[in-house]
């Protein structure tokens, strides 16, 4: 069984530096996807990043972009989203999940159960 764990997530000033991880394990899958979303307050669930393993592709919300670094952790089952210049807005509780094409049930997501990031003004 495939599980997501996520961990780093703290309080922070704004323009302040975090480091969440996203620890997957149970999970031997050659393409995957493994990203983060973010849920503020009130608002509704978002996709700020994310990391495709076939091609090393990564994509970024235009609101973290240039900001946020997501990247595999070699050598880990682990892939990491490095949060700079942090803003007030950026606060949320951060979801990572594990998304892969299975050939006989179609689309698989695992989803942590989530990690707070606060950001003070």
């Known amino acids: 069984e495939v599980q997501v764990v996520e961990s780093g997530g703290g309080s922070v000033q704004a323009g302040g530096s975090l480091r969440v991880s996203c620890e997957v394990s149970g999970f031997s899958i050659v393409d995957y996807a493994i990203g983060w979303f973010r849920q503020a307050p009130g608002k509704e669930r978002e996709e700020v990043s994310c990391?495709?393993?076939?091609?090393?592709?990564?994509w970024y919300d235009d609101s973290v972009k240039g900001r946020f670094t997501i990247s595999r952790d070699n050598g880990k089952n682990t892939v990491l989203l490095q949060m700079d210049s942090l803003k007030p807005e950026d606060t949320a509780v951060y979801y990572c999940?594990?998304?892969?094409?299975?050939?006989?049930?179609?689309?698989?997501?695992?989803w942590g159960q989530g990690t707070l990031v606060t950001v003070s003004s």
């Open positions: 990391f495709v393993s076939s091609t090393g592709d990564t």
């Open positions: 999940y594990a998304g892969w094409l299975s050939p006989s049930d179609g689309l698989r997501e695992v």
